[in-house]
Structure formats: C-alpha cells, structure tokens
C-alpha cells in the first residue's frame, strides 16, 4: 500500500474526518495542499500542538486504538486549559512500516476520542520512521477571553477540576511492573488511557478564572507556570487535593498523593478563581475543588494538615532534566 492509498483508506475515510465542520468554520478538510478554517468577526483561533514519541510518552508496543484516542486527548486538552471551543486537529504520523492492522486500531481511537470531543481531523502527513506522532489542535474563543496563565491575584482560590494522580498511578500497570487485573486498576487504567479533556469547564471558566492550565506535568510543576506567569505565590493545602478512592486502594494515602502532586498525565485543569465566582459555577453543576489559595510572594508552597510547610519530595517531569 503506498502512501496516497494509506492517507485515503485510514484518514481520509475515517468517520472523524467526514464530520461536518461547516459550523465551526471548517471550509474544506483533507485532500488540498492546506485545509482551510474560517474565524468570525470577534473570534481568535487557539492553536497548540503536542509531539508522542513511541518508548518516551507511550510504551512501543502499547494498543494502537487506546494510543489514538490518548494522542487526540492529550493534545486536546491544551484547548480545555484555554478555554477554547473544538475545532479540528492536524496529524503528523511517522510509523516503522505499513501494518493494516495497526493503523485501522489506531483511526478508530482517534475516530473515539473526536466523537466524544467534537474534533475534526483537517490534514496532517505521513512519514516513515520511528512511531511518533504530532497533533495540531484548533479552537475558536471570542477575542480576548483565553484564559492565560498569568491573571492569577493574590486572594483567588486555587482550584482543580477533577482528582488528580489517576493517570501516574495507572503508569507502573502500563509498564507492567504492577497487577492490572482488579477494578480499581482498570479505573486508573482507562483514565490513562483515555482522559477526557474538560473541555466544557475551559469554556464555562471563560470571564471567570483569572488564570488556569489543563495540568500534564503534576499539580507542582504545573501550579509553578502559574505562579511564575502571574507573579505570585500559590498555597496549596495538602490534604484538600482530590484523591479517587481507585487511586487509595492502588497506591495508598502517601503514594496517591504523590501522585497528585508530582505524577504527569492528568489533563485536569488547575485554575484561579475569585472567590465570589465559585458558587455559580457550583451551581451550574462543574466540579470545582478548591485546593488553596493565591498569596503575594513567588512559588508553590505545600501545607500539611497543620498548616505548617512541607517540602515535596519531587516536582513533575522534565524532558531536559533527569
Ligand atoms: P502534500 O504533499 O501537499 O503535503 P500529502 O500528500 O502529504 O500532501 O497529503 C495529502 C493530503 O492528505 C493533505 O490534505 C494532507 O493534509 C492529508 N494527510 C496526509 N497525511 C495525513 C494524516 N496522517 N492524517 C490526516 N490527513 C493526512
Ligand atoms: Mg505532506
């Protein structure tokens, strides 16, 4: 099968590319040199991209289906911490070699997590190599509404959308190195392998945080961006972070936490918020924790109980770092 025949028959074809996009400005998909997106008067169009490398941010061996629909969740995420609206994503695939099997699997994830998530596939290319993959997202917001990083003031609540840790509890039962065969693991397993980007939260913060992020990297490096962002310091008050009771019964009190604090992959997003704004969202029925506060100073700090400071034994992942 060459090249043009794989793009036809495993992304051209695939339902999450026949999507009609007509709505969100979408006026022509795969198949011309560019695909072409239209933003209306008022609008800004949020873009981001996110590159997987097989062995780095995936096992090389890892279910094709589960990796499509985590790639699309990953990256998509990015427009949930932004506040933005789905659009549409670009892929850039490089594989070892044609594997039919392989490459069906991993369109029908993709196919999965767009469904669910409203995003069309409008392009991409296809290369030889060794298995990574970029996406490209696209959303639309109304002009000067992202949410940034740097809004956060001393006063706001810091909050997260959701519990945190799942996701690096779930990485020693994808490495193998632990059971995956009780119900609390497949819990952690699927939030793995498929986040659900909080989408409608990012656009229901809109006008509300001052300043949030789809968490990737652990609650303390992400909190960090915010704090460096805004020019203050966050609190964050150790034991209101939000542990599932699958992420307990796995890793325990202490392992769970450092999990949540430390541990990537959550796609959950962290936010600032005035206070006065957390009943209404509350009430219109999004998962608001409040996890601490914003204070003058820089940096995050962790209390314990006591509200004395403690110092964590790791801050997230860093590429360039060990
Ligand atoms: P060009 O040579 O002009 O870059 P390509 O032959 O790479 O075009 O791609 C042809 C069309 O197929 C383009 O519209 C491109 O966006 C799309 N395409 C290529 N690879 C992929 C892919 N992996 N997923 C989705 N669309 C793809
Ligand atoms: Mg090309």
Same mark, same amino acid.
């Given at each position: 099968?060459?090249?043009?025949?794989?793009?036809?028959?495993?992304?051209?074809?695939?339902?999450?590319?026949?999507?009609?996009?007509?709505?969100?400005?979408?006026?022509?998909?795969?198949?011309?040199?560019?695909?072409?997106?239209?933003?209306?008067?008022?609008?800004?169009?949020?873009?981001?991209?996110?590159?997987?490398?097989?062995?780095?941010?995936?096992?090389?061996?890892?279910?094709?289906?589960?990796?499509?629909?985590?790639?699309?969740?990953?990256?998509?995420?990015?427009?949930?911490?932004?506040?933005?609206?789905?659009?549409?994503?670009?892929?850039?695939?490089?594989?070892?070699?044609?594997?039919?099997?392989?490459?069906?699997?991993?369109?029908?994830?993709?196919?999965?997590?767009?469904?669910?998530?409203?995003?069309?596939?409008?392009?991409?290319?296809?290369?030889?190599?060794?298995?990574?993959?970029?996406?490209?997202?696209?959303? &639309?917001? =109304?002009?000067?509404? @992202? *949410? /940034?990083?740097?809004?956060?003031?001393? #006063?706001? %609540?810091? $909050?997260?959308?959701?519990?945190?840790?799942?996701?690096?509890?779930?990485?020693?039962?994808?490495?193998?190195?632990?059971?995956?065969?009780?119900?609390?693991?497949?819990?952690?397993?699927?939030?793995?392998?498929?986040?659900?980007?909080?989408?409608?939260?990012?656009?229901?913060?809109?006008?509300?945080?001052?300043?949030?992020?789809?968490?990737?990297?652990?609650?303390?490096?992400?909190?960090?961006?915010?704090?460096?962002?805004?020019?203050?310091?966050?609190?964050?008050?150790?034991? &209101?972070? =939000?542990?599932?009771? @699958? *992420? /307990?019964?796995?890793?325990?009190?202490? #392992?769970? %936490?450092? $999990?949540?604090?430390?541990?990537?992959?959550?796609?959950?997003?962290?936010?600032?918020?005035?206070?006065?704004?957390?009943?209404?969202?509350?009430?219109?029925?999004?998962?608001?924790?409040?996890?601490?506060?914003?204070?003058?100073?820089?940096?995050?700090?962790?209390?314990?109980?006591?509200?004395?400071?403690?110092?964590?034994?790791?801050?997230?992942?860093?590429?360039?770092?060990?």
């Amino acid at each position: 099968m060459g090249e043009f025949e794989l793009i036809r028959r495993y992304f051209a074809a695939a339902a999450c590319a026949r999507m009609s996009g007509e709505a969100d400005g979408v006026a022509l998909g795969i198949g011309d040199d560019c695909a072409l997106l239209g933003v209306a008067p008022g609008e800004q169009l949020a873009v981001s991209t996110d590159t997987l490398v097989a062995g780095v941010h995936f096992p090389e061996q890892g279910d094709p289906g589960l990796l499509g629909q985590r790639a699309l969740a990953v990256s998509t995420s990015d427009l949930a911490g932004m506040g933005a609206a789905p659009v549409g994503f670009t892929l850039a695939l490089t594989i070892p070699s044609v594997d039919p099997d392989w490459l069906a699997a991993f369109a029908h994830g993709l196919d999965a997590m767009a469904a669910s998530c409203g995003m069309r596939l409008l392009g991409g290319d296809t290369t030889r190599g060794p298995l990574s993959m970029t996406l490209t997202v696209f959303g &639309r917001l =109304p002009s000067g509404q @992202a *949410l /940034l990083r740097s809004g956060a003031r001393p #006063g706001d %609540l810091l $909050c997260v959308g959701g519990a945190l840790g799942d996701a690096a509890g779930a990485l020693p039962i994808v490495l193998g190195e632990r059971d995956g065969h009780t119900p609390e693991a497949a819990e952690l397993l699927s939030r793995y392998w498929s986040p659900q980007p909080q989408l409608g939260l990012g656009q229901a913060l809109r006008g509300r945080a001052t300043a949030a992020l789809d968490i990737s990297d652990g609650l303390l490096a992400d909190c960090a961006h915010i704090a460096a962002a805004s020019s203050v310091s966050l609190i964050i008050e150790q034991s &209101r972070v =939000p542990l599932s009771s @699958a *992420l /307990l019964a796995v890793a325990g009190a202490e #392992g769970g %936490l450092q $999990c949540a604090l430390a541990g990537g992959d959550d796609y959950v997003l962290a936010f600032t918020l005035p206070a006065d704004a957390a009943p209404g969202l509350r009430e219109e029925g999004w998962p608001i924790h409040v996890i601490g506060h914003v204070a003058r100073g820089e940096g995050v700090h962790l209390l314990d109980t006591a509200g004395r400071a403690v110092a964590p034994h790791r801050r997230g992942y860093n590429h360039f770092q060990g």
